[in-house]
């Protein structure tokens, strides 16, 4: 039961152009979401992050949106830079009865930016 | 500051043979601390987590076993690994009570030969 999707494994953009990676979730119970970029053979690093009582967080040349109405959220990437080609996950976070946390990832979407 | 340690970085281990990763975190005390793996083609699957020494939930049935023996101590460990082991597996941790922001090792690409 995959509670995090990210639908497009990949993504092409042209460079100073925005890019805009997409994610859906089904579990109502998720209070936080993050975005983390992979580069190959490296553990993956913390991108920016959304509550879920807020719909946008901007920082820099990215930005997240959610719609909780939609279960969805996106980065938007503005303008777009040789360097951010990588693979990225959306992460959902939840919290079990015990107080336990624990993140959800997505299946990544890679995204290459066209010089 | 704090850092999280994993090795080793790279290993090729034959089918039926015992696994050691080993993960520290150094500069917190009493973090959470998580096992995940990246199969081939696929998201990041959450193996394992421990709120404390000791304390350790699977989320998957799988080949593989934790262990938290000390504080910033995670082992992930299995008797005989199987083809379907291979993957890079990554360690992570986050200051109990922030949830956000984890923070991940460099990760360990296993091959099972």
């Known amino acids: 039961d995959q509670q995090v999707k990210q639908n497009s494994p990949s993504l092409s953009v042209q460079e100073g152009r925005i890019s805009i990676l997409n994610c859906d979730y089904t579990?109502?119970?998720?209070?936080?979401f993050l975005w983390y970029k992979k580069y190959p053979a490296e553990g993956p690093t913390f991108l920016i992050s959304i509550s879920s009582i807020k719909d946008k967080n901007e920082d820099g040349r990215f930005t997240v949106f959610l719609n909780k109405s939609a279960k969805h959220l996106s980065l938007h990437i503005v303008p777009s830079q040789p360097g951010d080609s990588a693979v990225y996950f959306c992460a959902a976070r939840s919290i079990s009865n015990f107080g336990n946390e624990k993140l959800t990832f997505g299946t990544g979407t890679r995204l290459t930016i066209i010089p | 500051s704090q850092t999280i340690h994993q090795w080793p970085a790279t290993l090729v281990q034959p089918v039926g043979s015992p696994l050691s990763l080993e993960c520290t975190v150094e500069?917190?005390?009493?973090?959470?601390l998580y096992w995940y793996r990246q199969a081939a083609g696929r998201g990041l699957q959450l193996l394992f987590y421990?709120?404390?020494?000791?304390?350790i939930s699977s989320e998957v049935p799988q080949n593989l076993s934790a262990s938290r023996p000390q504080d910033r101590q995670f082992i992930l460990s299995s008797k005989k690994l199987l083809l379907s082991d291979s993957g890079f597996y990554l360690c992570?941790?986050?200051?109990?009570?922030?949830?956000?922001?984890?923070?991940f090792g460099s990760g360990t690409r296993l091959t099972v030969v």
């Open positions: 579990n109502s119970m998720f209070d936080y």
């Open positions: 992570a941790w986050v200051k109990r009570g922030t949830g956000y922001g984890y923070t």
């Open positions: 500069g917190t005390s009493n973090p959470n």
């Open positions: 421990s709120v404390g020494i000791g304390q």
